[in-house]
């Protein structure tokens, strides 16, 4: 027979804000796989007999690779064991879960999703950042700044339009590209640009810019990954833009 997987978001850093399932599934769990950003708290919800496997990485230290990941799930699933797999935020955004749900559904294992707080909804909450708003802003839209190849990013100019609120993941050493991009499609360079570092934990920050200086205030207020960055484009900015003379539109 074989196990079952549970993909589980813990949320961005508190242990607070897991959900009640999530909870149980991790007590429940023989094999438990944790990214790096999952809180060490979040741990301690485990039963004192499961193994627990760090299978973190960030994108200097090479890490557990994604192939050797899904051979310890193939491996644990085929053996009848129930995973509990911890990632930070939702899994079902940024988490890589398709592949580790094609993994168990190979085994034909039993798959449970448990979702998480996402960092881009916490990041709002933590900064009192409205992702929607009535009259202004009628769509929120998650990207990244980093695709799996280089030079294959989203048409950010295509995302960040009126009326829409745009939260871009993985996206400080892109802030350059960001920037010049968008400015050179014509979106204004007064919009709003919030970096909020550390969601979730004691040393979140906050640092307000504008389109135009989001490069060059990220560089001096030294931002660092994990950070989400939200830009805002209100309907009634991109009004009071139209009505500009063009020599006078920033």
């Not at 790096?36 to 485990?46: C, I, Q, S, W």
């Not at 051979?71 to 899994?91: F, I, Q």
């Not at 339009?161 to 050179?184: D, E, H, N």
Request: aromatic share 4%; hydrophobic share 45%; glycine share 8%.
């Amino acid at each position: 027979m074989t196990g079952k997987l549970s993909l589980i978001g813990c949320g961005p850093g508190a242990a607070d804000l897991l959900t009640l399932r999530a909870v149980q599934r991790i007590a429940e769990a023989d094999l438990i796989l944790y990214d790096r950003l999952v809180d060490p708290e979040v741990l301690g919800h485990a039963s004192p007999s499961a193994e627990l496997c760090y299978v973190g990485k960030q994108c200097t230290d090479g890490g557990r690779q994604q192939a050797d990941i899904n051979t310890l799930l193939r491996e644990a699933l085929a053996e009848g064991r129930r995973v509990a797999r911890l990632k930070s935020g939702d899994p079902m955004i940024f988490g890589r879960a398709a592949e580790e749900i094609a993994v168990a559904v190979s085994l034909d294992a039993e798959i449970e999703i448990v979702p998480g707080v996402t960092a881009a909804l916490a990041a709002a909450a933590e900064s009192a950042i409205t992702v929607t708003e009535r009259a202004e802003l009628q769509s929120f839209v998650v990207t990244t700044g980093r695709s799996a190849e280089k030079d294959k990013e989203p048409d950010w100019a295509e995302l960040v339009k009126p009326g829409v609120c745009v939260a871009f993941y993985m996206s400080v050493a892109q802030a350059w590209r960001i920037q010049t991009a968008l400015m050179a499609r014509g979106i204004p360079g007064h919009l709003p640009a919030d970096w909020i570092e550390n969601v979730g934990k004691p040393d979140c920050r906050w640092t307000r810019s504008r389109l135009d200086r989001l490069a060059l205030d990220a560089r001096e207020q030294g931002v660092k990954n994990p950070a989400i960055l939200f830009i805002r484009y209100p309907l009634s900015a991109a009004e009071a833009e139209a009505a500009l003379p063009v020599a006078e539109r920033v």
